[in-house]
């Protein structure tokens, strides 16, 4: 009996010139001068004439405008996902959406069917130990960003995952936290098995830790979850400076029990997840 993994992504990609990440060690513009906002920052990029680059603007905009427009285009992503319901049907294998959010911005949403087992598991730095590195969250410091619905379906009884990822992209370049929710459906429901971190990057980052928790073990009643949080840590750097302190992403992956089918061996379930990050991402 072949065991099926869920596989969806929910990633921003910021189409900036074939650019990887938009910082420079140019002079600055002249402080009376520069984009103040990111409302205005963000119309000047959607009426920018081809010869204007994007380098060009955003080296033109002072660093707080560049965090307010990526927190609108973080808004709009939010507002996507709120109002569109993805998910794959039974003969589906693989589906990819893209919407498009702004001028040079766009949103691919990602889900996937494939068979468990070791080539389908993304090949990429995991946690050294069953739990991951120790990372110390200050209380209050992390605030939801997104939910990422899946799909409800029905799975046969056995060893299950499902794979959440999110990219998050600063003006320095962008993070990709990789959360793997292992879990067992018997006659008892749903228990949690065991979670996997991993995260990959580009740009002016440096500092890594991963590590995963189950924070709800077992799902006997419907209506009820379990709960598998995966966090990743790092620190800003580049030409700018070095942030000041860690930063964190995190995802808290669910799956709920919807029906427990006893007579066929198999539940209806839904997987979910939702997206944290730092509260500050200067």
């Known amino acids: 009996m072949k065991k099926k993994i869920l596989i969806a992504s929910l990633c ?53 405008a560049k965090h307010e427009y990526f927190d609108l285009i973080l808004e709009q992503a939010e507002n996507v996902a709120k109002n569109h319901n993805f998910y794959l049907n039974s003969k589906d294998k693989f589906k990819r959406n893209v919407f498009s959010l702004d001028k040079n911005v766009s949103l691919t949403v990602e889900l996937g069917d ?7 598991v993304t090949n990429i730095e995991r946690a050294a130990t069953s ?25 046969n009884y056995g060893n299950r995952y499902f794979t ?26 749903l228990k ?12 002016g980052l440096d500092g890594f830790k991963t590590n995963w928790e189950i924070t709800d073990g077992s799902a006997t009643s419907e209506g009820t979850d379990i709960n598998i949080v995966g966090m990743v840590e790092y620190i800003i750097v580049g030409p700018l400076g070095t942030s000041k302190g860690p930063r964190h992403l995190r995802l808290d992956t669910r799956v709920r029990l919807d029906h427990l089918d006893k007579a066929n061996k198999r539940a209806k379930i839904t997987e979910h997840a939702y997206f944290y990050r730092t509260k500050t991402i200067v």
């Open 12 to 64: 921003l990609i910021f189409l900036m010139s074939n650019l990887n990440f938009i910082y420079a060690n140019e002079k600055k513009q002249n402080e009376d001068t520069l984009i103040n906002s990111g409302e205005a920052l963000r119309m000047e990029l959607i009426n920018s004439q081809s010869t204007v680059s994007v380098r060009e603007i955003m080296n033109n905009a002072t660093e707080n």
């Open 192 to 203: 949690a098995r065991y979670g996997v971190t991993s995260y990959t990057y580009e740009g």
């Open 164 to 189: 959440s990822t999110y990219t998050f992209a600063y003006p320095s370049g962008w993070v990709k936290i990789i959360t793997e929710n292992h879990y067992n459906i018997s006659d008892s429901g």
């Open 114 to 120: 494939f068979e468990e087992d070791n080539s389908n």
């Open 131 to 155: 739990g991951g590195d120790y990372i110390g969250v200050p209380s209050g410091s992390l605030e939801k960003v997104d939910y990422i619905p899946y799909r409800t379906i029905y799975k």
